[in-house]
């Protein structure tokens, strides 16, 4: 561990980082408004966190196109599975822990919606059909009953210029084959290029 004062109470916490505005401690709400509808709209990727019930984490990115977060109501939403490597971690802490967090992204957008709430795993709820994305229905929906929804500001993204391509670093770091090859040294390199060939890889979205 390395070496400083450690925080332990509330009141040194906010000591150190004082008290949050009028603005920010009251914008969380409890169910969706319009604004919180056109921004789901419009998001093409959300991250989800999820916890066990030991405490150990997960935050998993899930991308789509705008829209396919389907709202079902004021209170809740659903997010539709893809094919994926079927690790499912998310998926196995909601059967132990329902509380999910949630922040929702828009391209070239700073600020974000968060959405905290409670998630239970359904199989073809009626609404399924219209989250089918390229002949794809989802096998297994998450559904998220909203406890909290609000907007997040933008410093985070203009603090890294997550959407300035003249920012961007260069892309010097390892392949996704080099990565891969890396944590399974005994699968032979062709087949994890061939696999990982953005147009292969591309074809096994859906």
Known sequence: MTQG??????????EVVGSPNERAATKVRD???DLHRAWLARSPFHLVATAAADGSMDVSP??????????????????????GNRRVDGFLNILQNPRVGLIFLVPRRGDTLRVNGR????????????????????????????DEVFFHCSKAFLRSDL????????DDLPTQAEIAKAASPATPMDELQR????????????
């Not at 004062?5 to 906010?14: P, Q």
């Not at 991308?63 to 389907?70: E, K, L, Q």
């Not at 696999?195 to 859906?206: A, F, N, V, W």
């Open 195 to 206: 696999h990982y060939d953005p147009e292969h890889y591309r074809s096994l979205m859906y």
């Open 62 to 83: 899930k991308g789509d196109p705008a829209g396919a977060v389907h709202v079902v109501d004021d209170r809740t939403i659903a997010l539709p599975d893809r094919p």
């Open 119 to 146: 998630a239970r795993l359904l199989v073809d709820p009626p609404y399924a059909g219209a989250m089918e994305v390229k002949g794809h229905r989802p096998t297994v929906v998450t559904e998220v009953a909203v």
């Open 31 to 33: 169910r969706l408004d």
């Open 5 to 14: 004062h450690e925080i332990t109470t509330v009141e040194e916490l906010r």
């Open 163 to 170: 959407w300035e391509p003249q920012a961007w670093p260069d």
